[in-house]
């Protein structure tokens, strides 16, 4: 098994509720580690201007260049679920290393300045798995324009779009996410 998310890119108001309430469900202090995040892409030129949001978080790639590059051993992907993780404890930091940071394509790894710059991020809320619940960022989007689940049932319930404004579907590293372009 292999989980993923799915992003609708046409339900997005880029409201950033995703981004925080993952905020406040994995950080004491709101304003520290940020392992979702909304960009927001302007195309066109005044008066035909078009915005649009993009939410991610890890991907969870399933071929994934961030384990290989640490060289630390920190990074690790679950056979059980495809969920990668990472060991603060092992990881040597931005200041020391940073490598899985230039090796992913979507410039994913978050550093915590409160845990000396160790790396953190996004494992798909597998606490709240555990309990049966989805990811806390699924859960808070009024939009309505994430989920999460396994690859396979995403892609029966919402298709195998991998194109999105401002995202580039890297076939190398086969990222974790199913989208719908705006």
Known sequence: MQMAFFFNQ???SGCLTCVIACRQWHSIDHDITSWRRVETIEEGSFPDLRVSFLSLSCLHCQSCPCIPSCPSSAM???EQDGIVLVSPDLCLGEQTCGRCKDACPYHVPAYNPETG???EKCD???GRRVDGKRPI???ACPMRALDAGDLEEMRRKHG???EAEGFHYSLETRPSIILKRK
Do not use: F, N, P, W
Request: net charge positive.
């Open 10 to 12: 046409s339900r997005c």
């Open 76 to 78: 690790m992907k679950r």
């Open 117 to 119: 710059l160790k790396m």
């Open 124 to 126: 798909l809320c597998s």
């Open 137 to 139: 960022c699924v859960e």
């Open 160 to 162: 195998t779009g991998t």
